[in-house]
């Protein structure tokens, strides 16, 4: 197979399929290359920024993922793939073994968003916060420290309808 051109503009479709081929047979940091070689080219490509973030999810570069997510969703809010890709962040930002990868407050976020974006039918909310939630309606005595934060927080979110 003929490699596509890096820099010759209206090369973006063929940029953005290698890098689909490239991934599949597991060639990650060549695939990326070729993302952003689409996108560079063609900006409002919404599977390239899926794809890329699919990527940059699996390397650790959560942010850099999220930004591209986001702006997949942008592009094409019913992009089904960029809202798994997005609930998985938000999960991994939720519970992330890691204290330095963890974020609550950010995975809430993008639960939220991911809830405006499919008006109120994503599962997002109950995956990301439904645990949380669980508890704190559950608790029959005094809660620790961290599990009373948490459930203030979700009290205080336009999430507690789950």
Not at 109 to 124: E, F, I, Y
Request: glycine letters at 6%; hydrophobic letters at 35%; aromatic letters at 4%.
């Amino acid at each position: 197979m003929k490699r596509p051109s890096k820099n010759k503009p209206g090369f973006a479709d063929a940029n953005y399929n290698y890098g689909n081929l490239l991934a599949e047979k597991g060639q990650t940091n060549e695939a990326v290359q070729r993302y952003e070689q689409a996108l560079s080219q063609k900006p409002d490509n919404a599977g390239a920024h899926n794809n890329l973030a699919s990527l940059l999810l699996h390397e650790g570069k959560m942010n850099e993922a999220i930004s591209h997510l986001q702006r997949a969703l942008e592009l094409r809010p019913n992009l089904a793939e960029a809202r798994e890709n997005l609930n998985t962040a938000a999960w991994t930002l939720a519970t992330s073994a890691e204290p330095s990868k963890r974020d609550g407050k950010r995975a809430v976020a993008l639960a939220g968003q991911l809830v405006k974006l499919s008006n109120g039918t994503d599962p997002a909310r109950e995956i990301v916060v439904g645990p949380v939630v669980w508890r704190c309606r559950r608790a029959t005595s005094p809660m620790p420290q961290p599990w009373r934060r948490r459930c203030n927080f979700i009290s205080r979110t336009s999430l507690t309808g789950i």
